[in-house]
């Protein structure tokens, strides 16, 4: 996300947005298949998960539920 620029010292590359945007959501992706073993391996089924997390979402407002229906549209 950062290169170096001769004689400029670093730099935030153009793409650094992007690239901070996929890293976020391969941490997100990779904390949410653990909660998905832990609740699987407790006996939750999907649709427990999908009302916990439903309701979780609700708690935060719904923040970023704009952006999500952009990216899937």
Avoid: H, Q
């Amino acid at each position: 996300m950062l290169e170096s620029k001769r004689g400029r010292g670093m730099e935030v590359t153009a793409d650094a947005p992007k690239l901070c945007d996929v890293r976020r959501r391969e941490i997100v992706r990779s904390r949410l298949r653990d909660v998905l073993r832990e609740a699987a391996g407790g006996g939750l089924s999907a649709d427990e998960v999908l009302s916990l997390v439903a309701d979780e979402w609700a708690r935060l407002g719904g923040r970023g539920r704009d952006r999500a229906r952009e990216e899937r549209a």
